[in-house]
């Protein structure tokens, strides 16, 4: 029970990681604030955790847009006092397409949602935590964020470009009480991986499944539930000294 009376913020809350993840924070006591475009998946995921109402709150909102953030940064503090964890976790995984076929629409779409969606996250969660005095940041990064990938250009600049953002807001608030880390996880079974499947060869996701989890040292797809563990442990004072970094949750991905 590590976040009794603790408020954690999660973009991204309706999706195969966020959702889980705010499991694994309510069943440490946290309250909740799931933040996502997806209405409906939200509506969903409420009535899966059927937490008491003074313990959830959600917002529907886009990350790429600052009304928005600035909504949810405030509806988090007016509802619960202030922010102790936000989970920055929103992404969009764009299609698969090598760089010289990629439309500039196609590029920006990705980079709005996992460099500028999580830019603004950070400043207006960033302004919060300072006011109230401290807290625990993670961004969702991804091994896309340290490795080069054919046909998926956007994404890896993205990801890459949240590292920096990451080790940039953790050196500026080092001394402030407020600890910035990212997650790498890679191959982690939710819509998302399903999406890459289907767009890398929409007749055979079987076929590309097995290739996709040959190509992991352990032979397999993460679960959710595998990076909440991580997840926690950077949010929680057990990672006390831990700030700046970027955990792989990839079943050896990185180490190859
Ligand atoms: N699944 C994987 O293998 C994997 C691997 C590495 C990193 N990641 C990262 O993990 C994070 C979560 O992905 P997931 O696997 O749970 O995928 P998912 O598709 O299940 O969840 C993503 C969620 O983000 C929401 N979202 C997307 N754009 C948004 C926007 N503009 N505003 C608000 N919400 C928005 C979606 O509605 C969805 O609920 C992402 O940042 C992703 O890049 C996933």
Sequence with gaps: MRFVGKTVVITGGAGGIGKTTAKAFANEG?????VDMNEDALLNVVKELNLEDNRIHTVTADVTNEADVKRYVDESVEK???????????????????????????????IEVNVYGVFLGLKHVL???MDSGGGAVIN???????????GMGHYIASKHAAVGL????????????????GIAPAAIDT???AQIERNLSPDNQEEVRKQIQSSIPMHRYGQPEEVAKVVLFLASDDASFVTGATYPVDGGALAT
Excluded at 30 to 34: D, E, K, N, P
Excluded at 81 to 99: L, R, T
Excluded at 140 to 150: M, Q
């Design 166 to 181: 990451t080790k940039t807001a953790a050196l500026e608030h080092a001394v402030n009480g407020i600890r910035v880390n």
């Design 140 to 150: 969702t990064i991804s091994n896309a964020g340290f490795i080069g990938s054919p």
């Design 191 to 193: 819509n998302m991986l």
């Design 80 to 110: 619960f006092g202030k922010i102790d964890v936000f989970f920055n976790n929103a992404g969009f995984e764009g299609p698969v397409s090598f760089i010289k076929d990629t439309s500039y629409e196609q590029f920006k779409k990705v």
């Design 127 to 129: 302004n919060a935590m």
């Design 30 to 34: 946290a309250h909740l604030v799931l």
